[in-house]
């Protein structure tokens, strides 16, 4: 089965309206849980407004700088960098170490919600598209955006996917598991990473900054992970 996707749009691109639709479903999840769970409307409320902002500024930053200057464009894992920058800057503000820790749980059970909607842009639109590929649901652009050969529905994968880890992670929530967080964030990096070898722009690379920045950040992951276990278990000697 192969997937045909033209890419010759006349009105709006699918790209820009799965991007605004991914920013407009994570915020709202982010400020309802961060309401349910004890963040006062005014808090929530900002963190809400700031986001967007930073997750678009720190994508296009991160993409701008990994080029050396040469291109822009939307980068996932810049737009995570912002999202929870948002999050940290509401932090130091309120100055509340428990309340912070919520706000950080949020943004990371919405970031996988928000990343396979925005996939779904890039579906659409043929950019990030993967390897060539003539297997199974190949897909196949044409259209003055993009054209290729068949090629691997990477973007498709990674929005079937992490929809699945969002799925996971607020059932794993609702059941009262406390590692549901940190079971979301390093299957998101793992996913993230993994599915970038799929990429045609990984062709001729041994390891993407992507992949790179992933790892890093699953390894400050399961730290922060020990060290909460460790003041659990050692709370005197913490």
Do not use: W
């Not at 579906?123 to 050969?149: I, M, N, Q, W």
């Amino acid at each position: 089965m192969r997937i045909h996707i033209d890419t010759t749009y006349s009105l709006i691109p699918p790209y820009v309206v799965m991007i605004v639709a991914a920013c407009a479903v994570g915020i709202v999840l982010q400020y309802f849980m961060n309401v349910k769970r004890g963040i006062d409307r005014k808090t929530a409320g900002f963190v809400a407004l700031l986001s967007p902002f930073m997750s678009l500024f720190f994508g296009l930053l991160l993409t701008y700088v990994s080029s050396g200057g040469k291109s822009f464009g939307l980068s996932s894992v810049g737009g995570l960098f912002g999202m929870y920058g948002s999050v940290l800057t509401l932090a130091l503000i309120i100055g509340d170490k428990e309340k912070s820790g919520v706000m950080f749980e949020n943004c990371t059970f919405a970031l996988p919600l928000m990343y396979s909607v925005s996939k779904l842009g890039c579906l659409f639109a043929g950019c990030c598209h993967g390897r060539p590929y003539s297997g199974p649901f190949s897909v196949e652009y044409t259209g003055k955006v993009t054209e290729t050969g068949e090629v691997f529905p990477v973007q498709l994968s990674e929005s079937v996917i992490f929809f699945l880890i969002f799925a996971a992670g607020i059932i794993m929530f609702a059941k009262g598991s406390k590692a549901a967080v940190y079971a979301v964030f390093i299957a998101s990096a793992a996913a993230k990473g993994l599915l970038d070898f799929t990429r045609e722009s990984h062709i001729g690379k041994i390891v993407s900054l992507n992949q790179i920045l992933c790892l890093l950040l699953i390894v400050v992951c399961i730290v922060c992970l020990i060290v909460k276990k460790r003041k659990t278990i050692y709370p005197k000697e913490a």
